[in-house]
């Protein structure tokens, strides 16, 4: 079959049938910032094209850019190589190059005269493929791709051909480490996908890249990413082509004034609109492409990265150095290191000097093969109280130094946990943990005494044993935009010498010992749209919870200021129970200076009897709590300035400096 589609591919050229052909091509490239633990994107840049191509036989190849615009939504100084910013038109010849060579140099095609020699090929299925460039679906084969020596440069993957002629139908591949001349590149995963035209010919139609990159001796959760994708279009067969088209470069392009002026029949994110990519997730089909892969290498590596690295964990630079009244000064740092494709191993460590502790931490996991498999054994992890986080931890640190402002209430856990994520499908997933710990109190150790301080009061526990298996899951709905999640939790906590809390002048305790088992149940709607061309974008969220048996204080529902009720007091509520509602809208002033946000928020946390609150009432009942504000965004929205009002029930004035949640786990 592969001698089949060699002959089908090199008598091309001869087939007295088809002697030349144009037609027009229309793409999109996207440059993001990826976080490597989730697959989460941030868009940074869009670039938008339009092509002309054209082939005469025998070998004659000519493409001209002939419309480009771009826009960024962060700045960056890219630029692209041209290869990326055109279509493939002869399936990468006998040796596929990419990046002008500088990412991918001289990998033999599976097909090419010789290929026989360096990969082995595996008959894995005869399938119907409904191609959307021709009339009819066509039946093929899926032949697997796998190189004989995994250390040399080779094509890993998939080729349907057709199942009459042999011609090649779509390859979806990717390549072996010892093909990436950029010691950055991650992994780069290509899709091509052929049309059927008057019947017999078989000629480019779609066209999917996607490259990763990340730091090659830094280990931590970010990376950049190029997507390219393109359709071919407007076929004409045997037009007269004047030898004069094809002298001079390949790739041409008119000018850049013309470029811009080209009048697009779709809008710049048309694209990204009609796939409903509010989080700019991957496209299916490249993690596909890596699935495959990685089922047809086996034991071997197809990562392009280094093994050992220096690592850090999310948030990464406040894992790096960060400054809060729990801790002092802290500084860390660690290592990770791939011994085998399915484990990798990363140590960590840091040490707080306001406590005078060390904190270290042993993780593995899954490795390539399974990345969201994890068993992690730690000292001294902090942890902060629920259910959503306030601020970034850079931010945190600058306004615990400046203005003696400590948005988190960390305790410290010593223990055991184990996660792993099942993809249920390419946008559903369900996420299990289970934890045994220790967890002692924080405390405030950069104050001798709190009175001369601006600090607020830490609302510190005391020691216990946590005990806890929970699932979560998060699913997409029939409407775009539109998530659910659910969780749960079952867990047990022994309180060996009781806790007290201490807030302000309210406080309670409970000196005897228990062991309680406790239990959680949370769900939540999420919606996201935006309008990229316009510039406007909407979000709302509705999440609640609720508490069973006698779970510890660090496992209630705390709510009140930043992130959940700005112009309230910050965690001013607590509770057995809660609801939260928040809405935002944004749409940009002076791109990319200025954008204008507006938001509001309600909710209440209320069926806790562990202390009692400023904002209760005298029969401790929590009241409903609303907040409303607007904000701008400056320098692509990275920084936020929000003023925000409490509406009610001691409500206030307040001025939130942060950061774009996006960035959150970079910080």
């Known amino acids: 079959m592969i001698d089949q589609a060699r002959a089908v591919r090199q008598g091309l050229a001869q087939d007295s049938a088809l002697q030349s052909y144009s037609s027009h091509a229309r793409g999109y490239v996207y440059f993001y910032l990826d976080r490597g633990d989730t697959g989460e994107r941030v868009l940074v840049k869009t670039d938008q094209i339009a092509l002309e191509v054209y082939w005469k036989a025998p070998n004659q190849f000519k493409q001209r850019i002939v419309g480009l615009r771009d826009e960024e939504k962060l700045p960056t ?58 009339a009819e679906t066509v039946r093929v084969y899926e032949v697997q791709v796998r190189p004989k020596d995994f250390e040399a440069p080779g094509f890993v993957g998939s080729v349907y051909l057709d199942r009459d002629t042999k011609a090649i139908v779509r390859m979806s591949f990717t390549f072996t480490p010892a093909s990436y001349v950029d010691s950055y590149l991650h992994h780069i995963s290509i899709s091509l996908e052929n049309g059927l035209w008057e019947g017999r010919h078989w000629l480019p139609y779609r066209q999917q890249l996607e490259i990763r990159r990340e730091v090659p001796y830094l280990d931590i959760p970010a990376g950049s990413v190029i997507r390219g994708s393109f359709e071919v279009r407007d076929y004409q067969i045997n037009p007269p082509l004047p030898p004069t088209l094809f002298l001079g470069n390949t790739i041409s392009a008119l000018p850049e004034a013309t470029r811009r002026a080209f009048p697009f029949e779709e809008e710049l994110y048309a694209e990204l609109e009609e796939e409903g990519l509010g989080a700019f997730q991957p496209p299916p089909e490249m993690d596909e492409i890596q699935s495959l892969a990685l089922s047809i290498a086996k034991d071997h590596y197809l990562s392009g990265l280094r093994g ?66 994890q068993i992690q054994l730690y000292q001294n992890r902090p942890r902060d109280l629920g259910p959503v986080p306030a601020i970034s931890g850079v931010m945190n640190s600058l306004a615990a130094l400046i203005l003696n402002q400590d948005y988190t209430d960390l305790y410290f856990t010593t223990g055991i946990s184990a996660t792993h994520t099942l993809s249920l499908s390419s946008e559903s997933h369900l996420r299990m943990a289970a934890r045994l710990e220790r967890q002692r109190l924080g405390a405030d150790v950069v104050s001798s ?139 940009d002033l002076l791109h990319p200076f200025l954008r204008l946000r507006a938001f509001g928020a309600a909710g209440r946390a209320w069926g806790s009897e562990l202390f009692l609150l400023p904002s209760e009432t005298e029969s401790g ?30 409500g206030e004035w307040q001025v939130i400096l942060s950061v774009r949640p996006d960035f959150w786990p970079f910080l």
């Open 449 to 587: 005494d709190v009175e001369d301080t601006n600090f607020r009061p830490v609302i510190s526990l005391s020691r216990g044993s946590w005990a806890s298996v929970e699932a979560t899951g998060s699913f997409s709905t029939p409407f775009p935009g539109l998530r659910f999640t659910i969780g749960g939790t079952l867990g047990r906590f022994d309180d060996g010498i009781g806790y007290s809390v201490p807030l302000g002048a309210a406080s309670m305790g409970r000196g005897e010992s228990t062991s309680d088992n406790f239990g959680s149940l949370t769900a939540g709607l999420t919606y996201q749209k935006g309008w990229l061309t316009r510039g406007a974008a909407l979000s709302a969220d509705l999440q609640g919870g609720t508490l069973l048996g006698k779970p510890p204080v660090q496992a209630h529902f705390f709510l009140g200021g930043r992130r959940t009720l700005p112009g309230h007091a910050f965690r001013s509520q607590v509770g057995d129970h809660y609801w939260l509602a928040r809405t935002e809208g944004s749409m």
């Open 621 to 650: 009942n929590t009241p409903v709590l609303l907040a409303a504000g607007a904000g701008l965004g400056l320098g692509w929205d990275v920084i936020r300035l929000d003023f925000a009002r409490g509406l009610r029930a001691g």
């Open 77 to 134: 100084n890219i630029h692209y190589h041209l290869d990326h910013l055109v279509v493939v038109q002869d399936e990468f010849g006998d040796r596929i190059r990419i990046g002008d060579g500088d990412e991918v140099e001289a990998v033999i095609h599976p097909v090419a005269p010789g290929s026989e020699d360096v990969y082995d090929f595996l008959l894995a299925d005869s399938v119907t493929l409904d191609l959307p460039a021709t």
């Open 308 to 373: 050992s690295r220096l690592f850090l964990p999310a948030p990464t630079a406040s894992s790096a150095l960060r400054y809060n009244r729990a801790e002092g000064i802290f500084l860390g740092g660690g290592v990770s290191h791939s011994p085998d494709p399915a484990l990798g191993l990363a140590f960590y460590g840091g040490f707080s000097f306001g406590r005078e502790k060390p904190t270290l931490e042993v993780r593995l996991t899954g490795g390539e093969r399974n990345p969201t498999s």
